[in-house]
């Protein structure tokens, strides 16, 4: 019974007794020991005198679930992790509350504009491989499925970087993508439940590619000084990914939520991300050196106003094109 | 008085009938052919299988008293130890079920093993010990457990012929110690001879009302007569 | 009638039915919560392909698994070599494997770039490739053959050594010796475990995603956790549901028509000895040892050369997730011990035994997923459910290794009061003196094995904790999948091997001291 008692006080309710907290839902590795999530606490709780708690729950799609699982209920303030492929999904809830103030300086690759949901950073979508390994290196699906090399994807239907290179593939392809998808799919090795499935194959050497993002190579650079990963730039563009940050409509801590809002788009909340989330800041704040050496592609492939019903004739499309 | 009123056993195909009234404090032997109900009579009596009629000791009925709780030792043809425990905890079992042996209780369990000719074989396991050796344990036990009826359920059919008259006597003697009513199932006429005051004999269905041991052997039914081939 | 009393501890009903009412919870409550918040939506007939490809791999994994473990039990059980306790012990290590560090470790001998791949280039031939169905049922048989090797070699140690003697002075001939021992065991063991790797399998969903190649390779588990994640269409993650509890309590059915305990007299525990020693045999059995544990043993070692790698870069917060994981574990085996022998007994005195054990069964094909979600519903409206995760994480992982645990457990009881019930019965042996000197020396290796997987498997078990887990609370396997999520994927294979060896400890030290020093 002792231990029984031992597990019951390792989970009592966290968080201590200060003034006023705020409740952030994000995604799992956003609150990691090496993520974004410290750091980002510590800055905002020394301006703000108030606790910042983050919540982590699964990824982005699992996020929204519980969302819609507790309903009134939920103990958020704020949730910090969709991204434009759920937006739409996440506006139809109704939860969500309008920015209290036009953002400024943001600097992303595409216009902007959204009276609910604020971007915190962003990336492209990108095949990534194995610089001393690959030699003729494709600049496009055509060129992909035409060769032989191998790639690891993620399936749309578990993974937000699986659904997004539906997305990529259906913005730069429409009608034609199912016979883009059936043409590579003789490259496919096959498909993961998430990213981390994948880019552990791809380390391994199951696949000469690996579905991942243009700064995926900067992470090698940076933390293990290893230059032999790059990302393939294709002429059709690249699939954006922008992650995002809203304030529920039912919080009690309004206030409180848009201080925290407004504190995203200043510096000491961007220049944390390059180095701990692996993605652009959403702000023209400076990055690290090797983000800059990390390929620019031709277009940003953001298609606007992303439906639920898009995202099932999109994974439709695609699991008849690969059963074929 | 060990009284079996309107007793019928049915298993299946298979009908056992017994009206009959056991003498106690004597040695009752139960005699017949193999599959004639001689093991299964004895697993009523002591509360192992369903039945109809009643079972009745000293007066008291047995109805719906569970096994431990009958006036009733049974020794079984093999499994009467359990192998992981040692020859003392098996004996002491008789004592106290949950082994909680006071130093009083210890000495009892090795006297118990003395008067079976164990003394010192306490620490062993049953299977370091021979057959004969093993049902001994059994009858330590039993000699422990102090209940006025014992059921010995051919406990001695492996041993030679030699020890197995030796360790009837044993029980013999164990018996009138303890002024017990002991009922043994055996094929061996000569077992009946050597120890039972009377015979019961167990054949085509039906358990017979017992007869002193010499009047049985001296004119032998007919059943007994097929039974002994002769 | 009646004049026989069977001597029912007054307590044992009672219990069995608490935990019986447990069990029902977990299996039935959460599908309704769902269904009471499902809104609209419902399974698609795309869903059909799904059903089918979970059928066909379950099933062949199921099959390959058992067929293989036969030859591989007879010989564990009818030889003596150096060694012999430690491969039984390591049979029980795939079986723990989180499925990604399992899959990585199968990818290290099997892959394109694996072992074998490399020694076929050596000779000019192609890399292999087993992505696809063949990827699917190696990884499965990597995982159940082990355990299916358990489970039959169980009850191939059931046979009394004076049988395997008796054997031996009559000369009997092969098919001879099938009939009397071979049969009878197989009989009794494989329908068990050809159902618990079918449910097994049936619930497989990252592995079949990985090796499975493409959307081809779907099974309900991956419609279910689509449903629930993406779609957040209740109804059709609920009917899913059903369909994969409707599926497994027809393949119960059927093993259960099929399959009947063994039943051998029991020796007087004396030690086995073998008494052939043809030589075709020998050599048979050894061949097959040898290539058991190298299919076995070589991912194993590929998992440990990454992890040892991995071992500088551990991260913070080790220690911390190894304590929550371990406390996870051991109250979850107490769980889950405690009701499954509650269960054993309420299943031994119940007139309906046979329709409790079936239905228990069913926990095999419940989801996680489904739990966890129906759970987090029903919940939420009374308390937060972060604070109960790991009270739940416990109760659900016990929940989980409780169908497993009778299966083995089930037929040790039996064998225990078929052996031993009438002479306990006579001595008023009963209650807890009962389960101490009895019950527990007899059944201590079933007991140590079964207690082992509990606790191993809910150590390296993700599962529900995902859906609950507070950010400051973390198990190993949830450091490990954080650590993947974000490029450490070093450090992710240190933590998978403190990970794995943790749960191996566990699970050896359970087994281990289940088997005693007689082993």
């Known amino acids: 019974m002792k231990k029984f008692l031992f597990a019951a006080a390792l989970c009592l309710p966290f968080g201590s007794a200060a003034a006023e907290t705020l409740t952030v839902y994000t995604y799992d590795s956003f609150v990691s020991d090496w993520g974004p999530g410290p750091q980002i606490k510590a800055a905002f709780e020394a301006e703000c005198d108030c606790t910042l708690e983050f919540v982590s729950a699964g990824d982005g799609a699992a996020m929204l ?181 809203a304030k529920l409509a039912g919080s009690g801590q309004q206030a409180l939520a848009d201080e925290f809002l407004a504190f995203v788009t200043t510096d000491a909340f961007q220049s944390v991300i390059p180095e701990t989330n692996w993605m652009y800041p959403a702000t023209a704040v400076d990055v690290p050196e090797a983000f800059s050496q990390m390929i620019d592609p031709a277009a940003a492939l953001s298609p606007n106003g992303f439906t639920d019903e898009d995202r099932k004739a999109g994974i439709e499309e695609w699991v008849r094109a690969l059963s074929q | 008085m060990l009284a079996l009123e309107n ?62 709780k009958r006036p009733i030792s049974m020794l079984f043809q093999e499994h009467n130890l359990f192998p992981h425990l040692s020859v003392a905890q098996n004996v002491g079992l008789g004592l106290r079920p949950d082994l909680k042996l006071s130093g009083e209780d210890q000495a009892k369990v090795e006297a118990a093993l003395s008067r079976v000719g164990l003394a010192g074989k306490g620490a062993e396991l049953p299977r370091r010990l021979s057959g004969g050796q093993r049902q001994r344990v059994a009858l330590a036990r039993a000699l422990l457990r102090q209940k006025p009826i014992w059921l010995l359920d051919e406990p001695f059919a492996a041993l030679g012929p030699g020890l197995r008259l030796e360790m009837l006597e044993l029980v013999e003697e164990m018996r009138a110690e303890q002024g017990a009513t002991l009922l043994l199932v055996t094929h061996a006429p000569e077992d009946a001879k050597h120890i039972a005051a009377a015979v019961v004999f167990v054949g085509a269905g039906q358990a017979y009302a017992p007869v002193p041991t010499t009047a049985f052997f001296a004119k032998p039914s007919k059943e007994l007569r097929a039974y002994l081939g002769k | 009638m009646g004049a026989c009393a069977k001597p029912v501890n007054r307590l044992a009903k009672p219990l069995g039915i608490a935990a019986l009412f447990v069990v029902a919870v977990l299996v039935l409550a959460p599908v309704l919560a769902l269904l009471s918040r499902a809104e609209s939506g419902g399974v698609s007939a795309a869903v059909w392909p799904a059903i089918r490809f979970t059928l066909l791999q379950a099933s062949l994994s199921a099959v390959i698994s058992v067929a293989l473990a036969v030859p591989l039990a007879k010989a564990l059980a009818r030889r003596a070599f150096f060694g012999r306790g430690l491969m039984i012990s390591l049979l029980g290590a795939p079986f723990l494997l989180p499925s990604i560090v399992a899959v990585l470790g199968l990818l290290a001998i099997w892959g394109r770039s694996g072992a074998f791949s490399d020694l076929l280039a050596l000779v000019g031939l192609g890399p292999l490739d087993i992505y696809g169905l063949n990827g699917v049922l190696l990884a499965h048989v990597f995982f159940n ?253 016990a929940a989980l290794a409780l169908p497993i645990m009778l299966r083995i457990l089930r037929p040790a009881l039996s064998r225990v009061r078929h052996d031993y019930g009438r002479l306990a019965e006579g001595l008023g042996l009963s209650g807890w003196a009962r389960f101490r000197l009895l019950t527990f020396p007899q059944i201590r290796p079933e007991l140590g094995f079964a207690t082992g997987l509990a606790a191993a498997l809910s150590m390296g078990d993700l599962g ?37 060896a943790s749960s191996f400890g566990l699970f050896y030290l359970f087994d281990k001291g289940g088997r005693g020093a007689g082993a």
């Open chain 3, 464 to 500: 529900v904790i995902t859906l609950f887990a507070p950010p400051d609370v973390q198990t190993l396997p949830l450091l490990m999948y954080r650590l993947m999520g974000s490029y450490q994927m070093e450090a992710a294979a240190g933590v998978a091997l403190i990970l794995v």
């Open chain 2, 7 to 68: 007793l019928e056993i049915v298993q299946g195909s298979f009908r056992l009938a017994a009206d009959m009234q056991l003498k106690p404090n004597q040695t009752t032997a139960i005699l017949g052919p193999s599959g004639g109900g001689k093991s299964t009579l004895l697993t009523a009596l002591a509360g192992f299988i369903e039945h109809s009629g009643d079972i009745h000791w000293q007066g008291e009925s047995l109805r719906g008293l569970a096994p431990a």
């Open chain 1, 65 to 245: 679930a519980r969302l819609r699982l507790e309903g009134e209920r939920t103990e958020a303030d704020v949730v910090l992790g969709l991204d434009n492929s759920l937006m739409e999904t996440a506006r139809e809830l109704g939860i969500f509350a309008p920015l209290a103030a036009a953002p400024e300086g943001l600097a992303l690759p595409i216009e902007w504009q959204d009276d609910t949901f604020l971007p915190y950073d962003w990336g492209y979508l990108a095949f990534v491989y194995d610089n001393t390994k690959l030699t003729e290196v494709p600049d496009s699906f055509e060129a992909l499925a035409l060769s032989d090399l191998s790639i690891v994807i993620q399936d749309p239907r578990s993974s937000t970087p699986g659904l997004g290179l539906v997305i990529w593939v259906k913005a730069a392809y429409g009608d034609s993508a199912p016979l883009v998808w059936e043409a590579l799919s003789d490259n496919i090795v096959t498909v993961t439940k998430g990213w981390s499935e994948a880019y552990g194959m791809f380390l391994e050497g199951e696949a000469d590619m690996v579905l991942s993002y243009t700064t995926s190579p900067a992470y090698h650079l940076i933390a293990e000084d290893d230059p032999t990963k790059s990302a393939a730039s294709f002429v059709e563009g690249h699939y954006l990914q922008v992650e995002l940050v």
């Open chain 3, 145 to 397: 053959l082990p355990l299916a090797t358990r489970m039959l070699l169980q009850g191939w140690q059931a046979v009394p050594a004076e049988h395997y003697r008796l054997a031996a002075q009559l000369d009997l001939a092969p098919r001879a010796r099938f009939a009397l021992f071979d049969a009878p065991v197989l009989r009794g063991a494989a329908p068990s475990a050809l159902l618990v790797i079918f449910m097994l399998c049936m619930s497989s969903f990252a592995v079949v995603l990985a090796l499975g190649g493409g959307p081809k390779a779907s099974t309900i588990e991956l419609a279910i956790y689509q449903a629930l994640r993406f779609e957040f269409d209740l109804a059709s993650a609920a009917q899913l549901a059903i369909v994969q509890l409707v599926i497994g309590l027809a393949a119960a059915a059927l093993a259960f028509h099929f399959g009947k305990a063994s039943r051998f007299g029991g020796g007087l525990g004396a030690p086995f000895q073998n008494w052939d020693r043809r030589r075709g045999p020998m050599l048979l059995d050894g061949a097959v040892l040898v290539l058991a544990a190298f299919f076995v043993g070589l991912p194993l070692l590929a998992i440990l050369a990454k992890g040892l790698e991995g071992l500088t870069a551990l991260p913070s917060g080790l220690w911390a997730a190894f304590v929550v994981s371990l406390v996870v574990a051991l109250v979850s085996t107490v769980l889950a011990l405690g009701l499954s022998l509650a269960l054993a007994r309420l299943i031994e005195i119940s007139q309906r035994g046979g329709a409790i054990e079936l239905f228990l069964l069913l926990l095999l094909a419940t989801s996680p997923f489904v739990i966890g979600t129906g759970l987090f519903i029903l919940i939420n409206p009374f308390a937060s459910p972060f604070a109960l995760a790991l009270p739940i994480t416990a109760l659900v992982n």
